[in-house]
């Protein structure tokens, strides 16, 4: 064997297997492992820390996602900050850059990344909510202006180590992130899932375990409290994001800012006042989310009892899927079935009532907070006289909650 045939050999050994001659499944391992590190500079960097502000970033943490980034997404963190603060403050309005209520849930899922790229252009977006973002040496001249030289960058980078499988390693690197964020989070998170909070918005829960994007998954939680460095909020709900910040922290390298608050339920007052106003203000969304299951336990004994009486069976239907949901979340379809329902039965037209009346002490921007503390215990005198067990025990609780 000649020279020349060794070296060729040794080219062709190159670029099929490349300097690590990883098999297939290796290879798929490693991809899914550097897939999850740009998700995690992702959920960390550009949302929790750029875009909300929630927590701090050392600079060496800092610039390791902002490099990761370039490298694998060529994304520019002040378009990217400025996109999701617009989406907040438009969401599912016109205006929204990715909503699947303004733009249909097909054209976000499949063309999202397109839906981003699209409003990156808008200077105005980029005036109006991109302050704040990274604008030194390294931004201006390298991650902005040769944002494609990174993603050039990871693929020599992944020929070199894996060959030609590094071609396929590098093709999922660039699809993750338009797959997983543009796609599922922007467009599953406000169509399909669980909601724990009643947010203005059509957001969603896509899974209560936040793995693959990085507890981006639990997405109603993220728009209930969007200034929270955590986003899980339920003792069955994982958000691998906050364990990754909480190693940050404790190495010293992250500090968070906020979280989501939380009821606390203490000695039973004997009226509630300004204090226990105070509290059920701060945590309205929780005290909603306990409502609306003491409302579910309740309405399901009186739709059983409608159901014995040959009741229209789809109107009960109806009542049990929304009547729990505000009134401007129930569809227009079905509104006449939940009323239907709601006027045959006394306690769930209380029930119904009472949720509203509540819902009205934070919505008001009129009264004091003197004459709020007031309805407040007219609230809770009509709830606990109402006869009612479920209105009887949520109104003591809610004398019970402490700032």
Known sequence: MTVFDTGLDMLLNFLSNGLTGATWWQMVLIALVLTHITIASVTIY???????????????????????????????????????????????REGDPHSPHVFGIKTVFWKGAELYRAESKNAETMARYGHGTPDDWMER?????????GVSLMLIIDVTLFGAGGLAVWALQMAWIPITAAGIVNGIGHWWGYRNFEAVDASTNISPWGIIIGGEELHNNHHTYPTSAKL?????????????????????LAKVKKIAPQLVLGEVKPVADAKTLEAIIANRYEVMARYAREMRAAAGHELETLRAKRFDSSALDAARRWLHRDDDKVPADVKPQVQQTIAASPVLAKMHTMREELRALWSSTNASRDQLALDLQAWCKRAEDSGIAALRDFSVKLRSAHA
């Open 141 to 149: 001249n390298v991650y902005t202006r040769h944002s494609a030289l």
């Open 232 to 252: 899980s909020v339920k003792p069955f709900e994982f958000d691998i994001g906050w364990l990754y910040i909480s190693i940050l922290q404790y190495m010293g």
């Open 46 to 92: 550009l949302h929790r820390h750029q875009a909300h502000r929630s927590m701090e970033l050392h600079p060496i943490a800092s610039h390791f996602f902002r490099f990761w980034l370039w490298m694998t997404t060529g994304q520019v963190t002040k378009e990217w900050a400025a996109i999701h603060r617009k989406h907040h403050a438009k969401c599912e």
